[in-house]
């Protein structure tokens, strides 16, 4: 994976980076709305600045990077975080992967993904537990997606040495649809969420924040 990033001419450069461009860059759906609320300013959208402020001060975006691949050990696909971004707060830099949603649901829940086991699943849960500091057996009801794009959150942190991780859920959707698969995955870490926010202590010390983010639903349209 190349590690030279070239500047956005705007929401439709985002295209080229997904897995299937001409079936998932659509109206109304999670790739492009995501993409449009980015590009609208310079700085964070409002409703991730709204969500973090409680959790590390006052944050900047100084870098975003779309469709960012993040390897994982057991091989198999990376973790393809929507956009992957370094905030800085008041008093730190957090390396935060954004998971965009619109109405699409969190992929397969653990038994489903672990209904086919192997070897390499086996060392990428392992992983990922030892990673976030949850241990094993978890709820099998848990999105998968939610722990190895988290996951993927805390391995950036480490690689671009910050403060903190963070993971946030920016949804486009009214209904807030798919919001208590995401309550069950906070509870994991043995904690509750104040209206989607929490705070978690990692193995290496470090802080991992967790936030849902309601988007503006003119996005949509665009």
Known sequence: MTKIYMPSSGPDAWKQ???KPDLHWAIGYSARTL???????????????KELKPLIGDPTLLLAIPEHKVALPGGGRESQCDV?????GADQVVACAIEGKVNEPFGPTLVEWLSTPSPGKKERLDFICAC????QPLDLSIRYQLLHRTASAVIEAERFMTHGASMIVHSFSPERRWFEDYERFIRLFGVDSINGR?????????????AWASGE????AG
Do not use: H, V
């Open 17 to 19: 980076f997904l897995a």
């Open 84 to 88: 992957f971004a370094l905030i800085r």
């Open 132 to 135: 976030l500091g949850l241990t």
């Open 217 to 220: 639903q003119r996005f949509r």
């Open 35 to 49: 993409a449009n609320s980015w590009e609208e300013g310079p700085d964070l959208p409002p409703e991730i600045r």
């Open 198 to 210: 929490a705070r978690i202590g990692l193995p290496n010390g470090k802080p991992l924040y967790l």
